[in-house]
């Protein structure tokens, strides 16, 4: 159990009035009130100023103060009248923003207590579906401020419906943590990502100075401060330092592995001695993007898929047990492995259509697998869906080789892989062996963690301690570039076939595919 | 000599390009260039982020770093693109905020030299002539906004011309000290000022964040720091601290006392070991306001004058040595002191009109002794404004009385009587000892300081040293409310005579009577 010991620190304070003999200025009356409660040194900025002797007054020197852990120091982040009764303010956000998906968590801080959770795609998706494409996007074509506009409302519009809910002012909600990837914290917090693109592949910045709510537009208490967890490099994010601190696999002595597979996939390596990370791109394809009847693992989605050893067709599994609407990346995957270990496609992914086989079909757009099919609904695997996660598979298989080589592991050595990400929730581990996305070790080895990102930016909301953590866990991390990397790009060929060319690193898949 | 050390501090970094292997983000890199140069934990803020990027790479590298020490450490307040050649920004401005005359003074900060002076009335004089009347416009006539916002054009329209006649753009200017009494000071910075005029007596602060010149609209580098001389309660200022640390009086073993006569009467006596300071109320006669041919001491104001002692006329000398148009505080304080001596009024300012000379004259609005008269032009001095002066000389000289006594010194124990403020400037001392202004001490004591509000400005532009020790001088200095002291109200009834009710405390004054 995390000790709840918010980062946003309240204290209520009864004042003695003023008199002729005790006439020192309200700022230090308000200074020597904190002092009592042990807080020396607070700033008190400008801003607070104006406000200041009418806050004090209107409820007989009753105020409660809200105050932050800076970069340099406690500051003083708001001042309302009136003690704690008074005070409304309870609720902290937790925001995981995505490439593809942007997920809020409501917290109520001092019960340390999940009250909702809300998500949806990221809207910045029809700007380009990657982050490359964004950074472009808010580069040569000046859209910056449309990109973070997007975020914003995208946030916005998840907050509303959760006010409503609950029956929230804006005044109940008073801090937020964001956890992203680079990319996504910056064009979120306006910062110009084009650097981020370009060798040597350099953020603005990997910690951030708090901000407001109320500077980006947020709709919650507008002084409500704003902590970003801390970025390791341009493709590891604040994300991945939030993943590491959820699974602790940085205070443990034995090796784990943490990897966050999303539209790019991140993986850490480490223990309590040392953390090293890397970064390969996976495209959309795992959160259902740039798939012919992709989407993201939600209610409709086919996630889960056999095929009837009897009749080689489908048999389906779908998101909350209705009809399906698509298929989602874990979906694909399923389909993969079990066309693969049916003799229906080839090592490469072709399909075959040499078969006779009636769910088999070909369309101008190319061959594909028919998943379901009634008289209103058709979903169906392409040949091109194949290739992109084929590819996707492969970049992150290339990236756990590059790495463990780099540090000259194998995988025996690692005791637990963490899997983090919405996706790896519906995600089918052995299938995912089975396609060679992930090694072929002992499956119990496999913790799927859920999405790590919004619970490292939860216990950041409860925990001032935690968030000093991640700070630490941000400048311990090691980042390993991977994109020059000559042998990233020979493990990345080697792993475009199924399950992979090197069969002898995939023994029980191997066994498989001889029964 | 002051050594120049700005409390605006510039670094010229020219930082590595960023490579693959040194790939620090360009926060980092930036704080690794100023660590360099012996600054450790700068802190960066949020709204510096979003041009960190494009500034670092504008001029390859070369970046100018203003840092500001502010309460809780130093921060970057700007950054500009360029090295030390591209770097336009040298000047200061230091600004005295009185109640009725505003001066600014342009300042080159890296020679440390006052480049220009510009003054002129405080325009807020339409919405009240004394600190009360203003406070009561801005709480109860909601004015604060409308009378900060006119001593923000008073301040724009000083610095328009100086920018026009040395060919200065905005960005020339990047650093701001303001010096002022309380009241100002709060008027200035938009805080209400009500609780000053209630009792007991309670600024919003004493000690005021940094502000930017941007933030209150004056029409410098928007980021350019504001700082504001600390006050020490709501009727000693800024300005009055200003004084102590150009006199220097808090630093010498033997005593003296700083006065700083203009709307208000502000005194400090002390020495090294320790400081107390008093306000009292003069009203704005001394600076020329409220009186019938009133002026400030400028260009054709009467500031000398003589009672010819064969004509009884006046003989009279007009600053700048043209034709007079009106009296300044200092002229009517010598015209007073003669016609006492003359024995054309009497004890109680009384103007003899059993005379019979034709310079004494009864008109609807009273009696009054004519200074000047032509056919153009005519300058008196009335029975009305006699008596504003007595009431204003007494309150000051009752100020002393009551200071003296409280700490059990007399007069003979000052060694040095420092006189501040511009109306100082042109103040004859005999003729203000001769209406009972100042304490009858030999006047070789008197030493006139100028207007020590600005100088202290101008050296906290300077020096961070200074700026610390101003701070130092704000909380060392013990405040004695004169307002609620019966003692105090005594002494004033007393000093309502000329030159006072005790002749004896004025031996040198008794002679020339007596003569």
Same mark, same amino acid.
């Given at each position: ?36 409660? @042990? ?42 009248? @009136? ?49 490359? /494409? ?52 910056? !064009?979120? !917090? ?23 709510? @109320? ?40 090796? /784990? ?132 996660? !084929? ?93 020059? /990397? ?30």
């Amino acid at each position: 159990m995390i000790k709840i010991k918010p980062y946003l620190k309240k204290v209520h304070l009864e004042l003695p009035e003023p008199t002729l003999t005790d006439n020192v200025s309200d700022k230090e009356r308000l200074k020597r009130g904190l002092a009592q409660f @042990g807080f020396h040194n607070i700033n008190f900025p400008f801003r607070l100023m104006r406000e200041l002797a009418k806050n004090l007054r209107m409820e007989d020197w009753k105020v409660t103060v809200v105050l932050v852990e800076m970069d340099f120091g406690k500051e003083v982040v708001r001042l309302s009248p @009136g003690g704690r009764d008074a005070d409304q303010c309870k609720y902290g956000l937790a925001v995981d923003v995505g490439t593809t998906t942007i997920v809020v968590y409501l917290v109520d801080l001092p019960a340390g207590r999940l009250v909702d959770i809300a998500s949806t795609y990221n809207y910045q998706i029809i700007y380009g579906e990657d982050v490359i /494409s964004r950074i472009i996007y808010a580069t040569d074509k000046g859209g910056l401020k449309e990109l973070q506009d997007t975020v914003i409302d995208n946030i916005n519009n998840l907050i509303e419906p959760i006010k409503e809910k609950f029956g929230l002012t804006e005044e109940c909600i008073d801090s937020i943590v964001i956890s992203g990837n680079t990319t996504m914290t910056q !064009l979120l !917090l306006g910062l110009d990502p084009a650097w981020i693109r370009l060798e040597p592949y350099i953020p603005t910045a990997n910690i951030f100075p708090i901000t407001s709510a @109320g500077r980006l537009g947020i709709n919650v208490t507008p002084d409500a401060p704003l902590y970003t967890l801390p970025c390791v490099a341009s493709y590891v994010g604040g994300d991945i330092v939030a993943g590491v601190l959820t699974t602790k696999m940085h205070k443990r002595e034995e090796l /784990s592995i943490l990897m966050d597979i999303g539209t790019n996939g991140e993986l850490v390596i480490g223990n309590s001695e040392w953390l090293m990370t890397t970064a390969c791109s996976a495209g959309p394809c795992f959160e259902g993007g740039g798939l012919k009847y992709g989407m993201r693992a939600t209610e409709g989605a086919i996630d889960g898929v056999k095929i009837n050893p009897q009749t080689l067709e489908a048999e389906i599994t779908v998101i909350g047990g209705g009809a399906p609407e698509g298929v989602c990346g874990s979906g694909i995957i399923d389909t993969i492995a079990e066309l693969f270990l049916k003799g229906l496609i080839t090592h490469k992914g072709q399909i075959r259509t040499d078969l006779g086989l009636k769910n088999i079909r070909s369309t101008q757009e190319g061959v594909e697998f028919i998943l379901f099919q009634n008289k209103k609904k058709l979903i169906t695997v392409t040949e091109p869906d194949i290739d992109n996660i !084929l590819r996707a598979k492969s970049a992150i298989y290339a990236g756990f080789m590059v790495m463990l080589q780099e540090v000259g592991l194998s995988f025996n050595d690692i005791s637990t892989y963490y899997i983090a990400g919405g996706f790896g929730r519906f995600l089918n581990i052995e299938k995912a062996i089975i396609i060679g996305m992930l090694p072929d070790q002992p499956r119990k080895k496999f913790k799927y963690f859920g999405n790590t990102s919004a619970t490292g930016a939860y216990i950041c909301l409860l925990s001032a301690q935690l968030r000093k953590e991640a700070e630490d866990i941000a400048k311990k991390m090691t980042y390993m570039e991977l994109s020059v /990397s000559r042998h990233f790009m020979d493990e990345y060929v080697a792993g475009l076939f199924l399950p992979h060319t090197n069969l002898s690193a995939f023994p029980s898949v191997a066994e498989m595919m001889a029964t």
